[in-house]
């Protein structure tokens, strides 16, 4: 394995869309703060989906943020260099003499207990912080913790039963095997942790995920503007409905999700049916809490 990170900026753009204007402002911002580096989008004309039955599924249900969940990963094992997700904007120069490589982005969330249905309670009312590979991570090629993620979603498959999926995101895959090696979710500090480095949310993060109120700071790199592209509409709209109680605790954000619960499930059934929708609610009740329904 080879130490050298190359001067490549790596990006997944899967499902032959239209980018929006944000995305290209986005992408624009790379070659502005870093015009020495190699921008390289990677699609299915250069990426092969079948590699992975965890990617072939996910892209045989135009789950394209999914399928980027996995094909980063091979990418950056192969090639190495630095991978941003299209909805993460530079705002200074990427100075690699400065950020000690290799790394791993955080950002706050609220941290699920798979032990009940309630939060846990961190040291800020709940909020910690979890590893989001997509806002920015660096590696040479053939690094050993690229292999074990890479290892992990080969034991995975994307489809769970007829009709629904597995919603885990790799900020979930990524963030409780990293916590296994040390990680602290409640530390608001750069943490080492087996040799890469994971810098807190004011560093790739930019506007806090719970609050949306700006943390940049001098030592502010970029901004994730969190275009939830894995989200559909109606799923969005849940979304934003529930961003009003993010920020208020977690105790007042669990009760905003009991209360669009209903909600939820209306759309659902309109737009899927009562039996599928059944079909995920007792999944969800068997304790699988990241289940999402198909067209």
Known sequence: MTSIIPKKIHYCWFGNGDMSELEKKCIASWGKFCPDYEIKQWDEKNFDIKDCKYAEQAYASKKW????????FVILFKEGGIYFDTDVELVKMFDSSKITMPFFSSESCYRYSRDNF????GEQNGIEDAVNPG????FPAEHPILREVIEKYKKREF?????????TTVVNIVTDMLIKKGFNPSKKDIQYVDGITIYPPEFFSGIDNISKKDIRTINTIAIHHGAGSWLSGKEKNIVLMRKKFKGKGAVVYLIGCMLTMPVQFYYECIQYGAVLTLKKYFYFAKGHHKVGILN
């Open 65 to 72: 943020a999914f399928v980027a969940d996995y094909a980063r």
């Open 118 to 121: 309630f939060y846990k309670n």
């Open 135 to 138: 806002i920015g991570m660096a």
């Open 159 to 167: 489809l769970i039963g007829n009709h629904l999926y597995d919603k």
